[in-house]
Structure formats: structure tokens, C-alpha cells
């Protein structure tokens, strides 16, 4: 489980809007309609549950998420942290649910819970079928008022919560962000992070979470929704069935349900916070008081942090980055329920002056007052929004979740009024806002390494009634449905075109129907030879990096308006042996796209200018990581396990190298690297959705059939090698979080007869919530909070790698070694339950059917099948030996190759006198 919230920029909404919900006249009992907006009708129950439909044929997934509308901002004094730690628990099970990891398994779903200020959510995306989906819906009912909240569950679970507690504390970044939240309030629970406070997870009676949770946990305080391949009338029947039967609850006493009536009173000055952590990056933020996420005045807030924010245009960037002052600088809003803020910040390097940016990034937003927006910036804005918007229409499952904020907020009718209000959105309103609460004293000033007496103060206004706001509202019409596509691999290549152009560029196309015209296109491009490629990874690294830093026809920003004018989303890289890219638009879109994305490939500017900016960022990353555990333990297992030559293509340098070789890198290096090694002769592209497949075939051979790299092209092997097993700790003083890495090698391909079973073997012992590692040391001992193993081999060489980690907290390190070998050496001599084993290996099938309902997963299938010139098949082939193993098979198959004696464990943290046994 995680938290999340929505973030200010509209263009992170994925939001879907399929069409009418076609359902019968009439409505199962106790079922009334509220509301219909482009393709999504809300319904409710007689004890007040509201629930939203949004049905789309033509993605074989649905997704169920049930949002309650209580989160950080309901907890009473010593209960900070209890909605989320909360949002834990309910995951342990029901009385007719027992096992709810287990069952999210078997049925394939992509679950997840998430707390935030307004709200908490839990959701599951699962193929589409009647028999899932009636125990999506049975499995949220039943924890709506049955879950156990039990001692022993918060015993072992809290220590887990913990841990994500301490994970955080790793993030300067992050802790300054909730000293300077907890600071610019006086009274709202907003100052307070959803995480919580360590003392109050530690502490809380299992007795306050229960009342909690039988307060807020009911049909009249949540709304559900529901979005996929599903038949409308079903799905009223299914909730009615499941849901209609909770009683609606006594709101009296305690049980009230109030509004939350702490107003915060306008800042009245200044406020300065200063941290002082182990860290490698200097860091300054300022934050803002701003308006409620649903005042008609935050379309143009959004806009306005859009403006300082975007890269390279933005106003931030150009005056702290560009000018070398700050290795990073970015600015983003909470839209709440109530007023919430405006964050600005920028990252220093240590050598670098962090006052003299600090100065700047002030100057830099309170110059809005003075210096209005243009009408590019705020065109840009719309553009950039808007454009996302459209893109995301085309996503169902997104909704599910993204509704949770909007209904946070109010009600979910918010999304398309906030669509509406920033098509209006002008410079002066922006400009407006900026007067309005830009002020020095409505702002409050944190420090990673005073105050103004001012007398204006900044009125912050109340959220406005939004029962009147969306009662008349009826939106536009709903966008067209696409196809009911069938996502299983002899469909998939029952549709596939494949061809060859003259230089060996390998393309496929799958054409379908989308919402919306969708489309999906990416492409790898494999360049050099081992020999040629020595020496070359640092500029091999930087030319495709300064890629999307513009052409000799394009700045760097005018590539940026160019995708959101095209509406389309993605970019391309690269690398010392191949250059990436993907992109997502739509059908009339994509010849354009693909024309601008020649010119990226074909034409970039490496301007000088640019590439000290790439430096001066990359130099900033480097050694942000330097002190951190994750960081370095990743490193040493990489350098442990690829015993290349310095100069190797292949080589992991350390951070000090990385960062002699950034220092000494040139401008002209990369250019060269780039004019010997692209082309297109090595490549291979995909095209998966509308389009027509004729025209863009012909585009493709004009744009790219004459494109051949100067220097040959071979893969460059891996090559397996025995690896002593190594026993390491690292040091990292000051980090509340430690991490673990442990592993192995195995001299394997994915064509290897015992692949499949170690595939499934490694999913039962490590893949998921339901696996035994995570039901050990998460579940029942609270020792970690992300705890996991994954096993992979590669189609040509036979270099594989068996791999588990975990992170805790530096005093419980042993324990977690411990519990990690106790559960594979079990594994290994006991092996699965029938149970067990017929469970996992069902909902390991099913979650590769659901990835697979994802056009961006089957166009990378396409253009790997093109490159290993190996039929889609070989997948099915694979699937259907997983569903003939036997448990016998599978762990006979993981006690051949994976040995408990070769492990290499590597663990980094701050381990001095606070290891215990």
C-alpha cells in the first residue's frame, strides 16, 4: 500500500469518459440515478452508498475501487498516521475473506490502497470477467464493515508502517517538505503528513483504530466506482446485491459526521524552517497558502505553478537553472478539499551558493505580481493540460482512481468542470491570483543546510458549495467506444503485420480500434560493437540524453509544445547500446508525430548550452545518491556481479567515477558518438492501436528506410560468470532506513526447459502480497514494508539472475536476513501446498492476461518478438507450461539452481552499535 494525491498539474489526471450507460429503464430496488456526465452515471443505495459506473468494451480489464471519505484530515489529537495505518489493516482480512493478498492474486488483480488528505481508497484491476468481478464487489462489501482491525494484525503491521515512516526520513527532500507543511499551518490537519507522526504509529490503542474504523468505514461515507468491460445492468444488480444489504449507521453521538470547521486564519507574516540532515544536495522550497481545489479560482493556480514549473519555459528553470545558480528547480500544488498550497524549490549543489538561489527563487515568484504572464505561457499551459486530458479519455482505469481526488474534493463532477474552467483560464485571471497570493507574509521558507514585517495578509476564501455547483451541470457529449479487442496472444498475432525495410529496420503494426483513436508507437534502435563501443558509455549516455534538448530546426521548449499541440505524450533516450523511445497520441496525429520524432533522432542540436544544464543535473543526482543506502547497495551488487573492464560498455562505475567522467566529459563527444552509431539498421518499431496502416507504413520508409549508422552493429554479450558469494554491509550514518539486496546467477535462458517453473517458483516465494517472503516478513513479523524476489533470464545469453531485497529499519537487519534464508532454506526442503501452489500459479497466468489488456505492453512485446525473430507463441507456449507444472516439478527446478550457499547478501544502512540479534 502507498499514498498518493493528486498532484497540482491537471495533466497528470488519467481520466476516461466512455459512453452512455446503457442500461434498462428499470433499476434493481433501493437503486436510484443521481447524475450522468459523458458516459459516467452516478447511483445510490438507500443506506447512502453512492457508486459510479463507467462501462468500455474495449479493455478486458475492470477496475473496482471503493474511495471513503476519510483521510489525514479527520485525525484527532495522538492519531496522526491512523488513516493510513488503517488502510494497512484492511488488508488482513474479513471473516469470509480471511486471505485477502491470496485471493488479489489468484484473480490476477493489480491491487493497491492509497491515504491522502480528503480521502483513502483501495481498488483492484483484474481481468474482466462476470465470475471477478462479483468478487471484487463481494470482497469491498465485506470489508466495508467486517475486517478484522485485530491486536495481532496492528502488532505486526504498525512496525511495517514504521518502516515506511523511516524509508521517508531517508528524503531530505521529503522531510523538509513536512517541516515547511507542518509549519505554514497553525491549526489545520493539512500541516500534518498523512504518514504520521512515529510516537502515535507506535502507540495507538487498537480500540481507537476500531472506532475509527466504524465511523468512517460505511456505505454513507464512501462512493464506489466501477470501470471496464462490464454489462451495466450486472454491475447495478452486483452492487445492489452486495452492498445494499449494510445498514445504513446511527449518525449520532460520536458517530457524527462533521465538517471539518478548523479554518486556518490568514498567515500573518513570514516563516522560516531550517533542517539539518546528513545529505549531499542543498535544498530551498517556499510555500503558499492557496484556495480550495474546488474555488473556481485554481484552474488558474494550476496554470500559474505550470508557468513556473515546466522545463525548459518555465520561469523557475530558467531563472535558476539555466543560469547555473541550481542544479534543479520545480514548483507543484496540493488541490484539496480546503485550502491548500503552493510549493516552489530548487536543489544546490553543496559547492554552489544555496542563499544566493534561495534570493533567486523568491525574486523569481514574486515577479509574477509585477511581471504578468504572457499569453504564450498561459497558452502553453492550456495546451499542455488540455492535451492531457484528451490523451487520458482514453484510459477507464484511471478514472476508477483518479475520481477518488475529484470526489475528495467534493464530488466527482469537480474533474470536468476544473476540463471547463481552464479552457477559460486567461492571463489576467492568472495574474490575478498571483496578486492575490504571492505575498511574502502568506509564505513560509525551508531550508536544507528572516522574516518580513509586512502588513498585508493574504484572505484565503472558503470552499464554495459544490452540491450547487455540480447540480446542473451535464458536461459534453461522451467519446466514442472503441473495439471489444481480445488480448490473448493468438489474437494479438492474428492482427500483427510484420515487415523489413532495406536497412533492416524491423516494424510490426496491430491496428484497432481505441477510445478516442489512441495510438502507441515505440521503437529501440541497437547500435555499435563491443570493440567500438569501449570507452564510449559516459558520451554514449550523454548524446541520448541531450536528444529531446532540440534540433537544428527546434529549441528544446518548442519540442515540448510541439507534443502537446500533436497531443501526444512520451519521448526518446538512449544509451551506450541502443537509443528508446515511445510516444502516445492520436490517429490524425501520428504521422506528425512520427515526423517530429525523425527530427529528434535524425537532427539534434547538442547545443553547448544545453549540455551544461544536462551535466550540472546529472552531477546534482550523482551525489544526492551518495549517502544513500538504496543507492549503494544497487551499486556494490552491480559492480559485484558484472566484472567488466573499466572501459567496457557493460562496466557499472562507482559514484566517484561517474562523476570524473561527467567533469571530463565534452560537448563534442557526444555529438561524435551520436554521428558514428545512430541509424536505423539494428532497429525495430512498433504501432499498436488506430491508424491507418497503409500511410504509415510509407512514412516510416521515408523517414527512416535511408538511415544507416556509420559503425556496424552486433549485440554486445553478457556473459555468465561463477560469482563468489559476498557478504557486505555499508555504512550510510544518519538514514532511518536501511536496504538489503540478495542474489545469485544461473546459467539459464528463457528457452531453458526449467525457465517456466522457476518463473512460477519465484512468484509463489517472492513476487507479490500473497507471497511467501512478503506474508513472513511484512505480514507476520512487521519487519519491512517493501519485501520481495524476482528471478529473470534473457532470451540469448544465459547470464540469469535469481535477486530478493527488503528494507527496515538498521536495528532489525539481522532478523530480516534471518527471516529471508529461514523461508527460501523452507521453500527448498518443504516445498508449496497444493493450496498454495494451484492458487499463485492461476493468478500468475491471469495478471500476464491483464498487463497485456496495455498497448504500450504489446507494442514492447512486438518489437522484442522482431528483434529475437521469435514468433508471439513462444509466450503462449510458455504460459502453457506454467499451467501443466506440478508443484513437484517446480521445486525440484528451484533446489537445481538456486543454492542458499552462493548467495551474495549486501546490505547498506546506518548499522553502528544498532544491530541486534
Known amino acids: 500500500m502507498s499514498k498518493t494525491g493528486r498532484f497540482a498539474a491537471v495533466a497528470g489526471l488519467v481520466s476516461a469518459l466512455a459512453g452512455p450507460v446503457a442500461v434498462e429503464a428499470q433499476l434493481p430496488a433501493g437503486v436510484t440515478e443521481v447524475a450522468s456526465v459523458e458516459g459516467i452515471t452516478e447511483y445510490r443505495l438507500e443506506n447512502g452508498l453512492r457508486f459510479l459506473l463507467f462501462p468500455d468494451q474495449s479493455k478486458q480489464q475492470i477496475t473496482v475501487n471503493i474511495t471513503y471519505l476519510v483521510?489525514?484530515?479527520?485525525?484527532?489529537?495522538?492519531?496522526?498516521?491512523?488513516?493510513?495505518?488503517?488502510?494497512?489493516?484492511?488488508?488482513?482480512?474479513?471473516?469470509?475473506?480471511?486471505?485477502?493478498?491470496?485471493?488479489?492474486?489468484?484473480?490476477?488483480?493489480?491491487?493497491?490502497?492509497?491515504?491522502?488528505?480528503?480521502?483513502?481508497?483501495?481498488?483492484?484491476?483484474?481481468?474482466?470477467?462476470d465470475e471477478n468481478?462479483?468478487?471484487?464487489?463481494?470482497?469491498?462489501?465485506?470489508?466495508?464493515?467486517?475486517?478484522?482491525?485485530?491486536?495481532?494484525?496492528?502488532?505486526?503491521?504498525?512496525?511495517?508502517?514504521?518502516?515506511?515512516?523511516?524509508?521517508?526520513?531517508?528524503?531530505?527532500?521529503?522531510?523538509?517538505?513536512?517541516?515547511?507543511?507542518?509549519?505554514?499551518?497553525?491549526?489545520?490537519?493539512y500541516g500534518n503528513s498523512t504518514i504520521g507522526a512515529r510516537a502515535d504509529l507506535e502507540n495507538v490503542p487498537i480500540d481507537r483504530l476500531q472506532a475509527f474504523y466504524r465511523k468512517y468505514y460505511q456505505p454513507d461515507n464512501a462512493i464506489l466506482v466501477v470501470a471496464g468491460r462490464f454489462e451495466p445492468a450486472r454491475a447495478l444488480a452486483l452492487v445492489a446485491e452486495k452492498f445494499g444489504g449494510i445498514p445504513r449507521p446511527e449518525r449520532a453521538g460520536a458517530n457524527q459526521l462533521f465538517?471539518?470547521?478548523?479554518?486556518?486564519?490568514?498567515?500573518?507574516?513570514?516563516?522560516?524552517?531550517?533542517?539539518?540532515?546528513?545529505?549531499?544536495v542543498q535544498l530551498v522550497m517556499a510555500a503558499y497558502h492557496m484556495p480550495p481545489g474546488s474555488h473556481e479560482q485554481f484552474a488558474a493556480v494550476d496554470v500559474m505553478t505550470h508557468l513556473l514549473s515546466t522545463r525548459p519555459a518555465g520561469r523557475l528553470y530558467k531563472a535558476l537553472v539555466e543560469t547555473g545558480l541550481a542544479a534543479g528547480a520545480f514548483a507543484f500544488n496540493y488541490q484539496l478539499n480546503e485550502p491548500g498550497m503552493l510549493l516552489t524549490a530548487a536543489e544546490v549543489r553543496e559547492e554552489d551558493s544555496l542563499e544566493m538561489a534561495a534570493e533567486t527563487l523568491l525574486e523569481t515568484v514574486q515577479a509574477l505580481v509585477d511581471d504578468p504572464p504572457t499569453e504564450e505561457e498561459?497558452?502553453?499551459?492550456?495546451?499542455?493540460?488540455?492535451?492531457?486530458?484528451?490523451?487520458?479519455?482514453?484510459?477507464?482505469?484511471?478514472?476508477?482512481?483518479?475520481?477518488?481526488?475529484?470526489?475528495?474534493?467534493?464530488?466527482?463532477?469537480?474533474?470536468?468542470?476544473?476540463?471547463?474552467?481552464?479552457?477559460?483560464?486567461?492571463?489576467?485571471?492568472?495574474?490575478?491570483?498571483?496578486?492575490?497570493?504571492?505575498?511574502?507574509?502568506?509564505?513560509?521558507?525551508?531550508?536544507?543546510?528572516?522574516?518580513?514585517e509586512t502588513p498585508a495578509r493574504a484572505e484565503i476564501p472558503a470552499a464554495p458549495d459544490v452540491e450547487a455547483l455540480v447540480a446542473s451541470y451535464t458536461g459534453r457529449e461522451a467519446v466514442a467506444e472503441g473495439e471489444a479487442f481480445d488480448p490473448t496472444i493468438e489474437n494479438i498475432e492474428a492482427r500483427t503485420e510484420r515487415f523489413e525495410l532495406p536497412n533492416g529496420?524491423?516494424?510490426?503494426?496491430?491496428?484497432?480500434?481505441?477510445?478516442?483513436?489512441?495510438?502507441?508507437?515505440?521503437?529501440?534502435?541497437?547500435?555499435?560493437?563491443?570493440?567500438?563501443?569501449?570507452?564510449?558509455?559516459?558520451?554514449?549516455?550523454?548524446?541520448?540524453?541531450?536528444?529531446?534538448?532540440?534540433?537544428?530546426?527546434?529549441?528544446?521548449?518548442?519540442?515540448?509544445?510541439?507534443?502537446?499541440?500533436?497531443?501526444?505524450?512520451?519521448?526518446?533516450?538512449?544509451?551506450?547500446?541502443?537509443?528508446?523511445?515511445?510516444?502516445?497520441?492520436?490517429?490524425?496525429?501520428?504521422?506528425?508525430?512520427?515526423?517530429?520524432?525523425?527530427?529528434?533522432?535524425?537532427?539534434?542540436?547538442?547545443?553547448?548550452?544545453?549540455?551544461?544544464?544536462?551535466?550540472?543535473?546529472?552531477?546534482?543526482?550523482?551525489?544526492?545518491?551518495?549517502?544513500?543506502?538504496?543507492?549503494?547497495?544497487?551499486?556494490?551488487?552491480?559492480?559485484?556481479?558484472?566484472?567488466?573492464?573499466?572501459?567496457?560498455?557493460?562496466?557499472?562505475?562507482?559514484?566517484e567515477e561517474q562523476i570524473e567522467r561527467l567533469e571530463a566529459?565534452?560537448?563534442?563527444?557526444?555529438?561524435?558518438?551520436?554521428?558514428?552509431?545512430?541509424?536505423?539498421?539494428?532497429?525495430?518499431?512498433?504501432?499498436?492501436?488506430?491508424?491507418?496502416?497503409?500511410?504509415?507504413?510509407?512514412?516510416?520508409?521515408?523517414?527512416?528506410?535511408?538511415?544507416?549508422?556509420?559503425?556496424?552493429?552486433?549485440?554486445?554479450?553478457?556473459?555468465?560468470?561463477?560469482?563468489?558469494?559476498?557478504?557486505?554491509?555499508?555504512?550510510?550514518?544518519?538514514?532511518?532506513?536501511?536496504?538489503?539486496?540478495?542474489?545469485?546467477?544461473?546459467r539459464m535462458r528463457d528457452d531453458h526447459p526449467d525457465y517456466p517453473a522457476l518463473l512460477l517458483g519465484n512468484h509463489i516465494l517472492g513476487g507479490g502480497m500473497?507471497?511467501?517472503?512478503?506474508?513472513?516478513?511484512?505480514?507476520?513479523?512487521?519487519?519491512?514494508?517493501?519485501?520481495?524476489?524476482?528471478?529473470?533470464?534473457?532470451?540469448?545469453?544465459?547470464?540469469?539472475?535469481?535477486?530478493?531485497?527488503?528494507i527496515f529499519a538498521p536495528e532489525n537487519g539481522d532478523k530480516v536476513v534471518a527471516s529471508f534464508t529461514d523461508v527460501l532454506d523452507a521453500t527448498l526442503a518443504d516445498g508449496?501446498?497444493?493450496?498454495?501452489?494451484?492458487?499463485?500459479?492461476?493468478?500468475?497466468?491471469?495478471?500476464?492476461?491483464?498487463?497485456?489488456?496495455?498497448?504500450?505492453?504489446?507494442?514492447?512485446?512486438?518489437?522484442?518478438?522482431?528483434?529475437l525473430d521469435r514468433p508471439l507463441s513462444f509466450t503462449s507456449e510458455q504460459e502453457a507450461a506454467i499451467e501443466a507444472l506440478t508443484v513437484d516439478e517446480v521445486v525440484a527446478a528451484m533446489r537445481r539452481h538456486i543454492d542458499p550457499a552462493k548467495l551474495t547478501i549486501i546490505r547498506g544502512g546506518d548499522f553502528a552499535n544498532k544491530l541486534v540479534p
Open 665 to 746: 566529459a565534452t560537448v563534442d563527444e557526444a555529438r561524435a558518438f551520436w554521428e558514428g552509431f545512430y541509424g536505423a539498421q539494428g532497429g525495430t518499431l512498433s504501432v499498436v492501436g488506430d491508424f491507418d496502416g497503409a500511410e504509415i507504413r510509407a512514412l516510416i520508409e521515408e523517414l527512416f528506410g535511408d538511415w544507416t549508422a556509420n559503425e556496424a552493429y552486433a549485440r554486445v554479450p553478457i556473459q555468465y560468470r561463477e560469482i563468489e558469494p559476498l557478504t557486505l554491509d555499508i555504512e550510510t550514518p544518519d538514514k532511518a532506513n536501511a536496504m538489503m539486496f540478495a542474489g545469485l546467477t544461473i
Open 505 to 655: 529496420l524491423k516494424v510490426a503494426f496491430l491496428q484497432k480500434e481505441n477510445r478516442g483513436d489512441a495510438v502507441n508507437v515505440g521503437f529501440a534502435l541497437r547500435h555499435g560493437t563491443e570493440s567500438a563501443l569501449m570507452g564510449q558509455a559516459t558520451a554514449a549516455s550523454l548524446a541520448g540524453a541531450m536528444l529531446m534538448r532540440g534540433t537544428t530546426s527546434r529549441s528544446r521548449q518548442e519540442i515540448s509544445d510541439e507534443l502537446d499541440r500533436l497531443k501526444a505524450q512520451g519521448g526518446i533516450g538512449g544509451g551506450v547500446t541502443s537509443a528508446n523511445g515511445s510516444f502516445t497520441t492520436v490517429r490524425e496525429n501520428l504521422p506528425a508525430v512520427l515526423r517530429l520524432g525523425a527530427e529528434i533522432l535524425r537532427q539534434p542540436a547538442f547545443d553547448a548550452e544545453e549540455f551544461e544544464l544536462l551535466r550540472e543535473e546529472r552531477l546534482a543526482g550523482i551525489e544526492s545518491q551518495m549517502s544513500e543506502p538504496q543507492a549503494l547497495v544497487i551499486q556494490a551488487f552491480q559492480r559485484h556481479f558484472g566484472d567488466y573492464p573499466a572501459d567496457h560498455p557493460r562496466y557499472s562505475p562507482t559514484f
Open 832 to 867: 508449496f501446498t497444493e493450496e498454495e501452489f494451484e492458487g499463485s500459479k492461476r493468478g500468475y497466468l491471469d495478471q500476464a492476461q491483464n498487463s497485456r489488456s496495455n498497448d504500450a505492453v504489446i507494442a514492447n512485446m512486438l518489437s522484442n518478438s522482431l528483434f
Open 133 to 189: 468481478l462479483e468478487w471484487a464487489l463481494d470482497l469491498e462489501a465485506d470489508r466495508m464493515v467486517n475486517s478484522f482491525i485485530a491486536q495481532e494484525d496492528l502488532e505486526s503491521e504498525m512496525t511495517v508502517v514504521r518502516n515506511e515512516w523511516e524509508a521517508g526520513e531517508n528524503s531530505p527532500q521529503g522531510v523538509l517538505q513536512k517541516r515547511v507543511m507542518s509549519a505554514a499551518y497553525d491549526w489545520h490537519n
Open 770 to 806: 500473497n507471497s511467501r517472503l512478503f506474508s513472513r516478513i511484512r505480514g507476520e513479523e512487521g519487519l519491512s514494508y517493501g519485501v520481495g524476489s524476482n528471478y529473470g533470464a534473457p532470451p540469448i545469453d544465459d547470464n540469469a539472475q535469481f535477486a530478493a531485497f527488503a
Open 71 to 129: 483521510g489525514s484530515r479527520h485525525e484527532g489529537y495522538g492519531e496522526t498516521g491512523m488513516a493510513h495505518l488503517l488502510e494497512h489493516l484492511v488488508f488482513k482480512g474479513t471473516p469470509d475473506h480471511p486471505d485477502i493478498p491470496k485471493e488479489l492474486d489468484e484473480h490476477g488483480a493489480f491491487p493497491n490502497g492509497t491515504t491522502w488528505f480528503d480521502r483513502t481508497n483501495y481498488f483492484e484491476t483484474f481481468p474482466a470477467t
Open 378 to 452: 498561459v497558452e502553453r499551459a492550456r495546451t499542455d493540460y488540455l492535451s492531457s486530458i484528451e490523451l487520458a479519455f482514453n484510459n477507464p482505469q484511471g478514472i476508477a482512481l483518479q475520481l477518488s481526488e475529484w470526489a475528495s474534493m467534493g464530488d466527482w463532477r469537480l474533474f470536468f468542470l476544473h476540463r471547463d474552467r481552464l479552457e477559460r483560464v486567461t492571463p489576467e485571471a492568472v495574474h490575478q491570483v498571483a496578486q492575490a497570493y504571492l505575498k511574502p507574509s502568506n509564505r513560509t521558507i525551508g531550508y536544507f543546510y528572516p522574516a518580513e
Open 259 to 280: 465538517r471539518t470547521y478548523t479554518a486556518e486564519p490568514a498567515q500573518d507574516g513570514e516563516r522560516t524552517v531550517t533542517l539539518r540532515r546528513v545529505g549531499d
